[in-house]
T-cell receptor
Framework: DAKTTQPNSMESNEEEPVHLPCNHS???????IHWYRQLPSQGPEYVIH???SNVNNRMASLAIAEDRKSSTLILHRATLRDAAVYYC???????????FGSGTKLNVKP | GAVVSQHPSWVICKSGTSVKIECRSL??????MFWYRQFPKQSLMLMAT?????????EQGVEKDKFLINHASLTLSTLTVTSAHPEDSSFYIC???????????FGPGTRLTVT
């Protein structure tokens, strides 16, 4: 069952940073935080994941709260190609299953 | 990143027939794969976990006799929708678990339409 809550939709201007929040107040010590995004009629695409420390990669940054009950995906400069549904998912380290929540639909305005 | 393929990308079948969907990990071996379904404007719903060499485990509420899963090799899992009905029409997506980093890589999905 999904253990994360995200806003249904967000809007951003092109070339500006975007902060996508996720609440996971029932997270356990062995849960990893994963972010994926999905374009219409495509499979989800990996964005980033982390456990406790903030993470950076070429696509985005992941900021994890000190108590791990929330996290924020940061797109540093949104482009039109970043318009998608973004899913924040907790992965149980024992079973490796993903239970998707409803996600955040990001709209990027030119 | 790792690549996962699905075949076919779309299929139309008549009510009462069976349809097989293949999921392949192209550049890594996957002892574990997952199957999801997604209805329009909804999120992905986990259906089952496919383990190579053993029986699949199904999520609560998913009929195992209707959705047959076979994980015959380290790179191939198949989902067969038996006696399909229009309500089975959906977008079916598989993923493969890459063990070194326990990351799931998703296939492009298969659009099933049952008429």
């Amino acid at each position: 069952d999904a253990k994360t809550t995200q806003p249904n939709s967000m809007e951003s201007n092109e070339e500006e940073p975007v902060h996508l929040p996720c609440n996971h107040s029932t997270i356990s010590g062995t849960d990893y935080i994963h972010w994926y995004r999905q374009l219409p009629s495509q499979g989800p695409e990996y964005v980033i994941h982390g456990l406790t420390s903030n993470v950076n990669n070429r696509m985005a940054s992941l900021a994890i709260a000190e108590d791990r009950k929330s996290s924020t995906l940061i797109l540093h400069r949104a482009t039109l190609r970043d318009a998608a549904v973004y899913y924040c998912i907790l992965r149980d380290d024992n079973f490796n299953k993903f239970y998707f929540g409803s996600g955040t639909k990001l709209n990027v305005k030119p | 990143g790792a690549v996962v393929s699905q075949h076919p990308s779309w299929v139309i079948c008549k009510s009462g027939t069976s349809v097989k969907i293949e999921c392949r990990s192209l550049d890594f071996q996957a002892t574990t794969m997952f199957w999801y379904r997604q209805f329009p404007k909804q999120s992905l719903m986990l259906m089952a976990t496919s383990n190579e060499g053993s029986k699949a485990t199904y999520e609560q509420g998913v009929e195992k006799d209707k959705f047959l899963i076979n994980h015959a090799s380290l790179t191939l899992s198949t989902l067969t929708v038996t006696s399909a009905h229009p309500e089975d029409s959906s977008f079916y997506i598989c993923s493969a678990l890459d063990r070194p980093d326990y990351e799931q890589y998703f296939g492009p999905g298969t659009r099933l339409t049952v008429t």
